[in-house]
């Protein structure tokens, strides 16, 4: 008999093609942010594009990797996946051409609706790639999830 309160991932219902709504969803966002509603600023473009302007096509699949990330090979995806954004990100706005931050910092409170956005994906991302590896290391452990 399994305990009322049970952290097993197996209690989840996971339904990828919700996960994968979401990221259409959040991809519009972003781009929607980026290009019609911020359009005079360029880091609204970037961090709606990066890495290489195919940041749109990123998040869907990311959220779509994140429904189930208890296998090795989706966490190593889900991984490379996320560092390619942001090296794509860091050399979108650091190396590609040599902007004054002065600029982008009277921009952020412009784009700050945008940034919020992004950052609540990121933070939904994340906690879920902790969870299923909390929830994989509780599985593994001697003493299991009771």
Sequence with gaps: ??????NDSGDRKRHPS????????????????????????E???????APFVIGPLIWPLAFYLST???SRVRQILFVALMAAH????AYALWLEEAYEWGAYRGVFLYA???VLIYLWGQFILWMRFNRDMRDEAVKKSPYGSG
């Design 1 to 6: 008999m399994k305990p009322a309160l049970s």
């Design 86 to 89: 942001y090296i794509g990100l």
């Design 18 to 41: 919700l996960n994968l709504l979401a990221g259409v969803i959040f991809s519009f966002l972003l781009t929607f942010f980026g290009f019609f509603v911020l359009r005079a600023t």
């Design 68 to 70: 189930d990330m208890r």
């Design 112 to 114: 700050f609706p945008q």
């Design 43 to 49: 880091l609204a473009l970037r961090l709606a594009l």
